[in-house]
Structures are given as structure tokens and as C-alpha cells.
């Protein structure tokens, strides 16, 4: 299932092409990399070159961080350049923002570096080029839909830069920005194939898929549905039927999933539980833990908001005939752990997940169950678990948010909800349709706790311009009783978290890429 993973790791080397020169003054082959001298001559070649641009898809921190910084979520460790940013005291000399930055612009260059140089294969064949340009095209829009939205405007790079251009370049607006990306989308997905024989790989749905996310994203609504209509339409992807096995090794590349970054043990490892499992699980870090906010928002099992008046809602046994995604997605108290152990985060409570046991241990009394599983206990910084780019509930969902924006609120959009709350073993009541005002709460909300830690809730929040409202206040966990048998809720302390309207719907241009190139200019309000 994962063979893509062993090309992959070859990939990796063809970094060294990227930073390769094509000769030296002596015009001798250089023995400490890939020369252009001998490279750029066979399929394979291009193979490799293809595979380097997917190493720059998602990190762990990077993944889990979208949903940790905001309302949903809280960063753990409060001196993590994280919980800088979810404290409103982040500037353009960030750590963690110059490091995205220079992330995704490496991944746009081995995409450049690829697009650049691929024609100088001669093949008979070229279908198989055209599909792994095809897929490095999508790449390249992927990259670019994190930063317009995080950015605003950007430096457009098409093409490999000199020294001299990369200090010229200017932002280009973001509105160019995003017809770029949707208009490349669509050329990579006339190339694709609707399946892949290497499961991973970018495929035709992958890219109308993002097509999909990035006219959302852009508020263009009607588009977005046209383009999550022709995921849909290719019959090619279902709902898994157990959101409980989705994100572990079990439910892997089930017809649920339509783009990953995938990960094998041993070769391609990932440390996803060392990373955000409990800490009594062999001292995993809990870096990022959901909070009251998110734990609240899922209905009782019959379709009520806990705080509905009959919803049933038991505050003494608050996860009782509750939403199951709320038990799959989120460790609380009474939970098996991988261990075999009960989880049991109440201070004082002498386990090492209490809150008062170290750091480490969760802050909220919550922590993330999605992506945790049992056999990487052994090995916690040595897991093999893709990490899910986009799955088929996510179209559904963009596809009916985009029909309920522009007010065509037909079956359609009743079904698609409808398929992802009546997921087997989710099993909620079916939505009624409404007026759009109503229905866009719904799809909100199921976008809220269907797609929770799965990075995408803070570009929400941000298109949405929630953000002031949701991203600010102070930080809620469990409900548990006292040691005098009172009703305490938890606030963690000394923690309080800002999102100024003025300046946080985008984040500062790195002061680094400005001291190496003064021409690009800085966003509002920093």
C-alpha cells in the first residue's frame, strides 16, 4: 500500500539537484551531488525530481498546530513559539512564522526546479511525464493556498530565481494569487488520473479537491460547489464506515481518503504519539490539547446541543450518549488508553496525566485521540500513520457550505451533511432543511467537530472573520469535582489569549525575507 514511500526516500536525494550548479569552472562532475550534466535524462529522473516535492507536505507540528492555536485547541508548553502566537505576542521575528514560510517556499521551489527542467527528458512516451507534472502543479497550488491564506499577498514564483531576482520580487496581489493556484489546479487535473498505482500521489479528485478547498477559501462559493461537484461526480470515493478507525493503521487508504502524506515505520516515520499522545504514554508531549470549547460543541447522541433545554445532558456524566466523534476524537476522563490503563487527568488525582503531575501532562484534562494508536506505543516517535490531507466528508461539506452561501438550498445539500452525520458508527439524526441563515450554522458546526485536528479549523475561523470572537479569552477544560466535593471547571492560568481584528487575520512578512529584500512590503498593523 505504501510503495510511493520508497520512492520517496530516493526523492530525497534530488534536493541535492536543486541546489546543484551545472558546471564548475573546470567543467568536471561534481562528486558531492547530482549534476544537470548527467541528470534530466530518463523517466526515472523525473520520477525523482517529482518525488523531493512532496517531502515539503505537511509536518506534524505544522498539521496539528491549525487547530491547536485556536478556539478548539491550546498549546501545550507555554513557552512553545505557539502559545506566542495564541497569546497575540508574535511579531515578524517568529520563529515558528519564518519557518512556515521557508517550508512552503522550499516545497514551491522543487516544484519550480522540476517544472523547469522536466522537458529536457526525451521519453516515447510522455504520458507518464504529464502525469507527474500534473502532480507537481497541484503541489505547488497546495503550498500556495497556506500562504495566501495566511499572508494575503505574496511573492508569485513560477520559476527558478537568481540571487539577484529573489531580492527584487515584490508580492504579488493576493487576488492574482488565487487565480493562479485555481487556474493550475484545473490544468493538473485535466492531466491526472482518477486513481494512482502508487497510493499517495496526487490524484484527479486531490486536485479538484483543493480546487474546491481554495475557491472557498477565496469566497468564490459557486465555483467551490462546482468543484467539489466534480469530486462527487467521479463515484470514486465514499464515507469509511467507522470515523473510530479512520486515523489509524486500520482505516488507511479507505475510500474516505483522497490526498495523504503518508509514512511507513522504519523508513519514513513520523512522531505522531510522541508528539500529541498522552504523557503517561511512555512521556509523550501533548503538545497541542483541546479544550471546553471544542469538547461542549458536540451534540447529545438524539441532534441537541448539550445545553438545550430535554437535550438529556448529564454534567456529572458529560460524555453519555453524546456525539461518538466526541469519543473518537478526544481523550476524557474514564477513557482505555493505549497502555490498558484509565485515563484520569483530575488534579490531585496522582496519575501521571493529572494536570498538576508535570508540564507535560494536558493543561485542559483533554488530549487528542485521532492519530493515536495502540501499536506505536512501543515506538512513539516511530510511527508509520498518514497523516490525512483531505478526505471525501471534507468535500461534502465544502460542497454543501458553498451551495448554502449562495442560497441554493436543495436535497443536495441535505444529503451531503446527512451522509457525514449517519456515518455508521456516528450514527446522529438527519438534518431538516432550513433557511441559509440556519443552515450555514450547521455546516459550521459540523465542519467544527467532523474535521477537528485535522488542520484545517484555524483557515476556517480566519475566512469566516471569526477569529476576534472565537480566538480571544481565556482557556476552559473538564468539569471534575474538588477535594470538597465541589463543581470546578478549569481555567488554566495565566493564560489568555488575544486576536487583535486590526492586525491577525493575516501574519507579518518574516523581518529576514524583508532584510534580504526590502521591496516586500509589510501587512497592516505590523
Known amino acids: 500500500m505504501k510503495t510511493y514511500i520508497n520512492r520517496l526516500i530516493i526523492g530525497i536525494i534530488s534536493v541535492f539537484i536543486i541546489t546543484s550548479c551545472s558546471s564548475d569552472i573546470l567543467e568536471t562532475v561534481p562528486n558531492d551531488r547530482i549534476s544537470n550534466t548527467i541528470f534530466w535524462k530518463t523517466e526515472s529522473d523525473a520520477q525523482m525530481a517529482a518525488n523531493a516535492v512532496y517531502n515539503y ?82 503541489l505547488r497550488a497546495y503550498y500556495y493556498i497556506k500562504l495566501l491564506a495566511l499572508f494575503g499577498d505574496l511573492p508569485l514564483v513560477t520559476k527558478d530565481l537568481t540571487l539577484a531576482e529573489a531580492r527584487e520580487i515584490k508580492r504579488t496581489p493576493a487576488k492574482d494569487v488565487g487565480e493562479f493556484i485555481v487556474s493550475e489546479l484545473e490544468e493538473a487535473a485535466k492531466i491526472l488520473p482518477i486513481n494512482q498505482s502508487d497510493i499517495g500521489r496526487v490524484t484527479k479528485g486531490a486536485a479538484y479537491g483543493l480546487q474546491a478547498r481554495a475557491y472557498l477559501y477565496q469566497g468564490k462559493y459557486e465555483l467551490a460547489a462546482q468543484a467539489a461537484k466534480k469530486v462527487i461526480d467521479q463515484n470514486t470515493y465514499e464515507i469509511h464506515s467507522s470515523y473510530e478507525k479512520l486515523f489509524g493503521y486500520a482505516g488507511e487508504n479507505s475510500k474516505e481518503i483522497v490526498f495523504t502524506k503518508q509514512f511507513i515505520k522504519d523508513v519514513y516515520r513520523n512522531n505522531i504519539f510522541a508528539y500529541m499522545g498522552p504523557y503517561s ?42 456525539d461518538p466523534r466526541l469519543k473518537y476524537t478526544v481523550f476524557t476522563k474514564g477513557d482505555l488508553l493505549p497502555d490498558g490503563k484509565i485515563y484520569n487527568p483530575t488534579p490531585g488525582s496522582g496519575t501521571n496525566d493529572a494536570i498538576d503531575f508535570t508540564y507535560l501532562t494536558t493543561s485542559t484534562g483533554f488530549n487528542v485521540k485521532k492519530y493515536i494508536d495502540p501499536l506505536d506505543l512501543p515506538q512513539p516517535a516511530n510511527g508509520g500513520i498518514n497523516l490525512i490531507l483531505m478526505r471525501y466528508a471534507e468535500i461534502l461539506l465544502t460542497y454543501a457550505e458553498a451551495k448554502i452561501e449562495i442560497n441554493q438550498i436543495d436535497q443536495s445539500v441535505i444529503d451531503a451533511i446527512n451522509k457525514v452525520r449517519k456515518r455508521p458508527d456516528v450514527g446522529l439524526p438527519a438534518i431538516a432543511p432550513s433557511n441559509q441563515s440556519k443552515m450555514r450554522d450547521i455546516v459550521r458546526h459540523e465542519r467544527k467537530v467532523e474535521l477537528a485536528f485535522e488542520g484545517l479549523r484555524y483557515f476556517d475561523l480566519i475566512r469566516w472573520r471569526l477569529a476576534e470572537q472565537l480566538m480571544a479569552g481565556n482557556v476552559y477544560g473538564m468539569t471534575y469535582k474538588d477535594k470538597n466535593n465541589q463543581t470546578v471547571t478549569l481555567e488554566v492560568p495565566s493564560f489568555t489569549k488575544v486576536f487583535r481584528k486590526d492586525r491577525d487575520y493575516l501574519w507579518p512578512i518574516p523581518q529576514k525575507e524583508r532584510d534580504l529584500n526590502p521591496g516586500l512590503t509589510k501587512n497592516p498593523n505590523w
Open 57 to 138: 507536505l505537511d509536518t506534524v507540528n505544522h498539521y496539528f498546530s491549525w487547530d491547536g492555536i485556536t478556539d478548539i485547541g491550546h498549546t501545550n508548553i507555554p513557552f512553545n513559539e505557539y502559545a506566542i502566537i495564541e497569546l497575540g505576542q508574535h511579531d515578524a521575528l517568529n520563529s515558528t512564522i519564518l519557518n512556515f514560510w521557508n517550508y512552503s517556499y522550499r516545497g514551491i521551489h522543487a516544484a519550480n526546479f522540476y517544472l523547469d527542467n522536466v522537458s529536457k527528458i526525451q521519453v516515447a512516451d510522455p504520458s507518464k511525464i504529464n502525469i507527474l507534472t500534473g502532480e507537481v502543479r497541484a
Open 281 to 322: 504514554q511512555r512521556s509523550s508531549n501533548s503538545q497541542f490539547v483541546p479544550t471546553k470549547a471544542l469538547v461542549d460543541s458536540y451534540q447529545m447522541a438524539n441532534g441537541m446541543a448539550i445545553d438545550d433545554a430535554g437535550s438529556g445532558y448529564n454534567p456529572e456524566n458529560p460524555t453519555v450518549n453524546r
